[in-house]
């Protein structure tokens, strides 16, 4: 049975690596996506 995980993080260049190790791995479950970006307030 795969374990249920949430990544909460910004995808830079360490993260996007950890991100991309996490979806490919079997033990790992993954139930949904959600990406959310961050747009600071331009006034």
Not at 11 to 22: E, F, R, T
Not at 29 to 38: I, N, V, Y
Request: negative net charge.
């Amino acid at each position: 049975m795969a374990l249920p995980i949430i990544l909460d993080c910004d995808p830079g260049h360490d993260d996007a690596i950890a991100i991309v190790l996490a979806l490919a791995s079997p033990e790992l479950g993954r139930e949904s996506d959600h990406l959310f970006r961050w747009q600071p307030d331009a006034g």
